[in-house]
Every structure is written in structure tokens, then in C-alpha cells.
């Protein structure tokens, strides 16, 4: 069979080994961490991201390569593409990587984003708070996660404190209108060289801290809004040309207006409730679509509750689920955890997720409720 190589040795790599490895494909990941999560299931190469050496390396034993994170460096993408084959190429990167070229490239697909400015100096900043009104949401262009890189301006005092902090990190800045939203979804859709494409059921998303929570699918909005949720990011994914999974993060209105937030070119924490509740997982599908296969069904199989575990979240875990689940009997509930090898369950470190397969989505956040795990 052939190798795939990936670029990045977390979670999303170790899952993405875990699917493809069940595909007969083999797996090589490139990961600092000598201890990362991909590394215990796949070959590793231990080494920086931006080292050269290592990145020829896995060129020289992949077919095929491809990333689980997004923030590549540009000229190791470059290399690659000169001495392997690497389907996604490195645009999608390019324009992933930086909040405004996204913006503009989801705008040219013909899907809107949140009203946004760029930012090149305080006074700019100024000009666009007054004409956004607060609150409003100041981020850095790039290297951004977890609501790392942003600041909610709240009022006009704090213009000047916002704009020095984040502009400490040397990058570019943008400023965007507060969506006062009634949920946020996301979908993921996934593209091969065919050009076929596959958007799976929207999700839900509950953040706590900034951090991914849980994501209920089928998501409590309409079936028309599902459905065009779902249209949106296909056409993301044919205008942007992707190869492989992007992963749409949007924001809906209470007057029914979608917005699009940011995009992933990846297997997204908002897609791990597929593993068990559709015919395809989202790690199946990203496969699937970098090897040129046709792409798999995406049919929802069960209503299901991803709910993320954090370092707090995995000793009581471990506790409720060393004894017999009443509460799972009860509600007719199937929680499937997934625990990712991290050795350090740090506090709000992503540890691992449980999948609740349930008769509907209320019985699984009932059962999320119950647990007490989850309770902060
Ligand atoms: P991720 O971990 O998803 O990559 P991130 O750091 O890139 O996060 P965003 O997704 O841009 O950050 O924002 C984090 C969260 O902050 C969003 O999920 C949303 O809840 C809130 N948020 C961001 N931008 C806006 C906005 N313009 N209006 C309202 N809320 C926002
Ligand atoms: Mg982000
Ligand atoms: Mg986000």
C-alpha cells in the first residue's frame, strides 16, 4: 500500500492514521513532540515543523502528504511540492492561513462573512469601532486558535490597550463586526481532484471559554437552514478549488442570516461526532479525497452529542466509566470515548471526546448533564 505523510502529529493526525490505517494505507507524521499523539500509531519523524532535513525525509517515504494543521510554514509546503505530491497544494494553505486573504477568497466563492476591516494603525482602528459600533472583535490576521489572538472590544477606551497588545505579535490586523448570533454551526465538506463533493450534516457548537464544548448534530435549526448551511460550504469548497476536507465555521441570526466566521483545511474538532454517527468518518473522507477515491457517503446514522474532554474532564471520565452507566440505560444513550495518548491531562488541554449516540440529541445532552464530568 501506499504512505501517506502527514505534516503535524496530534490528535488529528492520530485519527486520521487510525482511519486510513483501516484503508491499508500506511502513515508517516512529522512532529516535534516526541510524545505526540499520531506517533503511537503511525511512524514518526521527531523533528520541527520548519526543519528542512526532516521534511525532505518525509517526502522521501510518503506517496502522498498532507497537513492537520494549517499553519505550515509556506516555504516547507513549497519544498514539498517540488519533491512529493501533495494534493492540497499549498494555496489552500496560503489563504487559510491569514484571516484577511480567507475573508476575501470566501467573499470571491460568493458566500458573505462578518463585516470586517483591516487595521493598519490605531487611527484606522478608530475609524472602523465607530463605524461597527461596540462590541466589536479585534484579531490577529494570523496564528490565531481557542480565541487566542483577539480581543472584544467592549468600548472606545479600550481602543489603544487592544491595539498594543495584539499588535505585539507582529501581525497583520482585523477588525470585525460583532455577530450577535443565535448559534454558530459548522460544516465540513470535502473535495477530490474528480472535483466531487460532499458536504456531512451540519453541526451545532457550543463553546466554553473559547473552546469547542460540544457539537449536537442534528443541529436545532430548520432543515432549510441545515441544507443551505450545508450548499455554502460546498460552494466554499468548489470556489477555493480544495482538495480534501475544509471545515466551515458559521454564525446564524436570529433574522436567519448565515455569516461565515473562518475556515479549516482539515479534519475539524466539530467533525469528530462522525466517527460513529455517519457511514463515513470525516478522516475516512479527508483520505478518500487526498488518494483520489470517490468519496463516501455522508449520511447522518444517529442523532449524537460530541462533547470534548479536557484535562480536567479525564479523571472523572475515567471514574464513570469504570462502573456500570445507569444513566446511559436510562436515557437509551451509547457514549463512545476516544482518549487521544496525551500523557499530561493539563487543565483545558483537548484530551479526547466522547460521541453520544442517542435516540435524539436532548437524551444526549441529558446524559452530558448528568455525568457531572462536564459540570465547571
Ligand atoms: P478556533 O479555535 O475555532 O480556531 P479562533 O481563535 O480562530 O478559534 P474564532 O473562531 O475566530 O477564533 O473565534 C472564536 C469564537 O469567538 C467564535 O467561535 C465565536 O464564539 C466568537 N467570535 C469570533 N468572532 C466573532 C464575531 N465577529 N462576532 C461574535 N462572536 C465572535
Ligand atoms: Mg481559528
Ligand atoms: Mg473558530
Known amino acids: 500500500g501506499s504512505t501517506i505523510g502527514i505534516l503535524g502529529g496530534g490528535q488529528l493526525g492520530r485519527m486520521m492514521a487510525n482511519a486510513g490505517s483501516a484503508m491499508g494505507y500506511r502513515f508517516v507524521a512529522l512532529d516535534p513532540s516526541p510524545d505526540a499523539p499520531a506517533g503511537q500509531v503511525a511512524e514518526q519523524i521527531v523533528a520541527a515543523y520548519d526543519n528542512r532535513e526532516a521534511a525532505r525525509e518525509l517526502a522521501k517515504r510518503s506517496d502522498v502528504i498532507t497537513y492537520e494543521f494549517e499553519n505550515v510554514d509556506a516555504d516547507v509546503a513549497a519544498m514539498l511540492m517540488a519533491e512529493s505530491y501533495v494534493p492540497q497544494g499549498s494555496k489552500l494553505l496560503y489563504t487559510t492561513q491569514h484571516r484577511l486573504r480567507e ?16 487595521i493598519r494603525s490605531v487611527d484606522e482602528l478608530r475609524e472602523a469601532v465607530s463605524r461597527f459600533g461596540t462590541p466589536c472583535v479585534l484579531k490577529t490576521a494570523m496564528g ?19 491595539y498594543e497588545t495584539l499588535s505585539l505579535a507582529g501581525v497583520q490586523l482585523v477588525l470585525e463586526q460583532f455577530i450577535r448570533f443565535d448559534k ?43 441544507r443551505e448551511a450545508e450548499r455554502l460550504a460546498m460552494r466554499i469548497a468548489e470556489g477555493l478549488g480544495v482538495i480534501g476536507l475544509i471545515a466551515v465555521e458559521l454564525f446564524y441570526t436570529a433574522d436567519g442570516e448565515l455569516f461565515v466566521n473562518e475556515l479549516a483545511p482539515r479534519p475539524h474538532n466539530s467533525g469528530h ?70 500523557k499530561e491531562a493539563v487543565v483545558k488541554r483537548k484530551m479526547g471526546h466522547v460521541n453520544v449516540l442517542a435516540p435524539d440529541t436532548d437524551a444526549a445532552l441529558d446524559w452530558i448533564e448528568e455525568t457531572t464530568i462536564w459540570k465547571v
Request: net charge negative; aromatic share 4%.
Open 103 to 118: 475573508k476575501r477568497a470566501i467573499e470571491a466563492a460568493g458566500v458573505r462573512v462578518a463585516p470586517y476591516s483591516e
Open 144 to 162: 490565531g486558535y481557542d480565541g487566542k489572538g483577539q480581543w472584544v472590544i467592549r468600548s472606545e477606551s479600550e481602543i489603544e490597550e487592544a
Open 184 to 226: 454558530e454551526l459548522s460544516v465540513i465538506a470535502a473535495r477530490n481532484p474528480q472535483g466531487e463533493i460532499k458536504a456531512f450534516p451540519v453541526a451545532e457548537n457550543i463553546h466554553v471559554d473559547n473552546i469547542l464544548h460540544v457539537s449536537i448534530v442534528p443541529a436545532r435549526v430548520s432543515v432549510d437552514v441545515q
Open 273 to 342: 461526532y462522525t466517527m460513529e454517527a455517519c457511514r463515513t468518518s470525516q478522516f475516512e473522507q479527508h483520505v478518500r479525497a487526498v488518494c483520489n477515491l470517490p468519496l463516501g457517503d455522508t449520511a447522518l446514522m444517529s442523532p449524537v452529542v460530541m462533547v470534548n474532554v479536557l484535562g480536567e474532564h479525564v479523571e472523572p471520565l475515567l471514574e464513570r466509566m469504570s462502573r456500570q452507566d445507569e444513566a446511559a440505560e436510562r436515557l437509551k444513550v451509547s457514549p463512545k470515548a476516544h482518549l487521544y495518548g496525551k
